[in-house]
Every structure is written in C-alpha cells, then in structure tokens.
C-alpha cells in the first residue's frame, strides 16, 4: 500500500492516523466518563480518580499530538473522490462532520489541557516530565470554569459527531455496499474511480458549517451560567470581647492552602468568630478563635477536606486557638499570638506572627503560620506528600474596631 492518498482511496499514513487517532479518542471518552463517575470519599478512592484522571489527561494530550501531525500530513495529500457527489445532501453532512471532527480532536484535548492548567486545585497529572501548568495561563478558577463548560458540552457534541460518522460508514457499507468502507479500512487494490464531483462548494460550506458547530460550543460554554466560585474571602461572623479592650471583628477572611501533587489548593472558613482582647498601650492582649469546620470551602476538594479522612467535622465541628497577645519584641517587628491550637481533637502549641495597625479605634491585623497536618493526625492514611503536602499554610486578615 502507498504512503500516500490518491482519489481513490487513503494510503497507509492516513490510515494509521484514523485508527490510532479514533481509538485514542474512545478511550479518551471511555476514561473521562469514568473517571468522573468513580466515587471520591475515602483515600483509596481518591487515589484511583487521581490515577484514572491522569491516565485520560495523558491519552488526551496523546490524542492532541497524532491530531496536529495527522492534519499536517492531510494537508499536503489529495482527498479520495466522494463515489456518490450526485446526493448532495449527504455529501454536505459527511464533508462537514469530518470537518467538526478534525476540529474536535484539537479542541477537546486542548479545552481539557486549557481547564487544568487554569485549574487553582487540579491534582491529577498528565503523566509525563514536562510541567503541569502552560505559560501565559493563570492558575483561575472562573477561567478553569469556562474551559470546563466547554469540554462536558464538547464530549456530548464530539459523541454524536461520532455516532454520524459511523452510523455513515456503516450505511454505505451496509445499505449502498459501496467502497467508501473500504478505502479507509480495506485492501488498497481494485478501488472504484469516484465520479467526478460537480458541486466543489459543498466542501466550503461544509467546512464553514464544521466550525459552526464548535462556535456554538464555544459560545454556550462562554455564556452558560457556572456554579459561584468556591468563597475564598470569606465574612467572619463577628464577636465582642467583654471589658474595656474588647475589640469586635468587622470583617475578615481566614484562609488555608495546601499543596496536592504539583499545585496548590486554597480556600478558606466563612464561619468563625474571635474574640479579642487588646490593650494599644501595653501590646498584650488574649485572643480566642473557634473556627466552624463545616463553613470550609477548598476548591475541588471542599468535601473530602472536611470527610473523616481530614478534618472530620462530623466527630469535630469546630477548631479553637487561644493565645496570648505579646507586643513586638523591637520596631517593625510583628506581634506574636502565643498558645494553643486544637485541630480535629489534637491540641498542640501554636506561634503566629501577625502585623498591626490601629487608627482611630479602627484595626487591622494579618499574619498567619504554617502548620504540619501530621500533628493533628489530619489525613493520616496519605502517609507521604505525593498526593496531598504535609505542610498546611494558614492566614488571616482582619479589620476589628475598639468596642
Ligand atoms: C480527546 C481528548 C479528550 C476527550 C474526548 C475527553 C473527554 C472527557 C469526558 C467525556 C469527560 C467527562 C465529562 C463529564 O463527566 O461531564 C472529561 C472530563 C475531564 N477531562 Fe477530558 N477529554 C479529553 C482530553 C483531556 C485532556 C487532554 C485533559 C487534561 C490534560 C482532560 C481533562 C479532563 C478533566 C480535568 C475532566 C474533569 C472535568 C470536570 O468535570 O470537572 N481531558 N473529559
Ligand atoms: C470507530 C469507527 C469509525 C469508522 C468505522 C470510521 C470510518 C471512516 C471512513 C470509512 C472514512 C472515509 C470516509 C471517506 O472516504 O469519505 C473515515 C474518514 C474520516 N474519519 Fe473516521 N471512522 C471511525 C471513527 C472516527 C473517529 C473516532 C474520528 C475522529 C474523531 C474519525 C475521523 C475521521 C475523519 C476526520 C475522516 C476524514 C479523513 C479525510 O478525508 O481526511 N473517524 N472514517
């Protein structure tokens, strides 16, 4: 067989390109679909959709090279005659469906590539050396939401582009029992000369129509409505110190960040209250924070964060710190909150450095410190760091007013 394509039939490249490009794309669906349908509650199972998810984004990314070497190589070869240009209809829907598909097979991996790159908590990689990230793509959840509108409305669109194209090479092989079968899957002798085709626009109008139909998915994806983003400022419920150095929060975020695989996943408590007492004069004080678990939103990972595997909110709703304020120790050097921090039943020491500032009875205050999951036997069956980091960085920003 020839390397190449000739009108009446594909050569061996194109033909090797097909096969290894459409089994490629099954099994990209095959794995997406069931990637997303395992469950994610314990470590177990979050380690399987991790592995799954990388074997996809690795077959996708596969995909997403044989794509752009198989359009190089179709653009420098003749395309086999249609063997019936009389049935113009026909003609029209198969030239614009292998259009969409040779679109689709660049689109979808790279919405796929472009939604993990973006993604602020993606952890499951794509199993090769080079990076995780793509230069010039910000790590951005609402960016990440928009790619991932389009790649579950690309799969349903890219299915029945599929079921078309096979349901066509079926009729023809089945119903007409023409050659059009066998050019792209047969022997390569005694092939038909297709007709001469009459109607050279169809093939423009196709291709214009195989774009439209990935700009509809665009444009959906770009206008459909996406879940709000996960809270990461969230409002502190506010609470009064009694006394005469009583401060009461205003407002404020306290946030978290952890490292899972190569990237890091943040978010934060929308539920906690901290009673402060503090005196300008001296620089000491006491402050006691309780922190509600179940207010926790951390990206794609808010439930499993809060299941029994981490914090556990079920068996303990609420972390507390209680710490005494300590002036700093010389100028531009912060104030130090001295005590305890009890995490999921655990109480160890705790030291955090935090910045003040205090104007017309208004303060603000930020810092935070680094915490070890270990100590608080918070994710205990993820022995190492491959999935999800040891270290925990914890921060706060506040704004408190004199009572
Ligand atoms: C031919 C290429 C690809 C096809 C056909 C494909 C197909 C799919 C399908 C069917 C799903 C399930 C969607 C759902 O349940 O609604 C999915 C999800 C996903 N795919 Fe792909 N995919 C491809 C390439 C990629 C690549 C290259 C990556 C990343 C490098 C990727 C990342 C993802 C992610 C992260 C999800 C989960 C999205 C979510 O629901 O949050 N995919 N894909
Ligand atoms: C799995 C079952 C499949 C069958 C039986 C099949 C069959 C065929 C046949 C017979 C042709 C030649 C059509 C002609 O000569 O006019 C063809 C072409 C083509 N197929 Fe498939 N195909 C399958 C899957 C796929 C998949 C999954 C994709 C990609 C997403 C795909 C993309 C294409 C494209 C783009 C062409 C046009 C090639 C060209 O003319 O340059 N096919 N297919």
Known sequence: MKAGNDRRGYGWVARAFHWAVAALIL??????????????DTAEEAARSFQVFSVHKTVGITVLLLAGLRILWA???????????????????????????????????????????????????????????????????????KFTAFHVTGWLVLAVLIALHVAGALKHALIDRDATLARMAGKAENLPQPPADPHRW??????????????????FAWLAPTPPAADSTPQAMTQAAPGANGWTVTEGTLNIAVLQGTSTVSG??????????????????????????????????????????????????????????????????????EGELT?????????????????????????????????????????????????????????????
């Open 75 to 145: 653009l420098g070869q003749p395309r086999p005659g249609h063997l019936h240009p009389d049935r113009l209809a026909e003609t029209l829907l198969a030239t614009l469906v292998h259009w969409a598909l040779y679109i689709g097979m660049v689109v979808m991996p790279l919405s796929g590539w472009l939604l993990h790159a973006s993604a602020p908590g993606a952890f499951s990689r794509i199993l090769w050396p080079f990076g995780q990230r793509l230069p010039g793509v910000p790590e951005d959840l609402a960016l990440s939401e």
């Open 268 to 337: 934060g408590f929308g539920d906690w209250q901290a009673a402060i007492d503090y005196d300008p004069d001296t620089g000491q004080g006491r402050v006691e924070v309780t922190i509600q678990i179940a207010s926790l939103t951390l990206g794609a990972v808010s439930d499993s964060a809060k299941g029994p595997e981490f914090l556990n909110a079920a068996a303990f709703p609420q972390a507390h710190l209680t710490a005494a304020i300590t002036p700093p120790q010389a100028e531009g050097e912060p104030h130090l909150a």
């Open 343 to 403: 995490i999921a039943g655990q109480t160890v020491p705790a030291r955090m450095p935090f910045q003040l500032t205090i104007q017309n009875d208004q303060a603000q205050a930020q810092g935070g410190l680094t915490l070890d999951r270990r100590d608080f036997g918070v994710g205990e069956t993820y022995g190492d760091e491959s999935t999800v980091g040891f270290p925990v960085e914890v921060t706060f920003e506040l704004t408190a007013t004199r009572n």
């Open 202 to 219: 169809t093939g423009w109008l196709a291709a214009a129509g195989g774009v439209l139909v990935w700009a509809f998915v665009a444009g």
């Open 27 to 40: 099994a990209a669906l095959g794995l997406g679909l069931y990637a997303t349908s395992l469950p994610y």
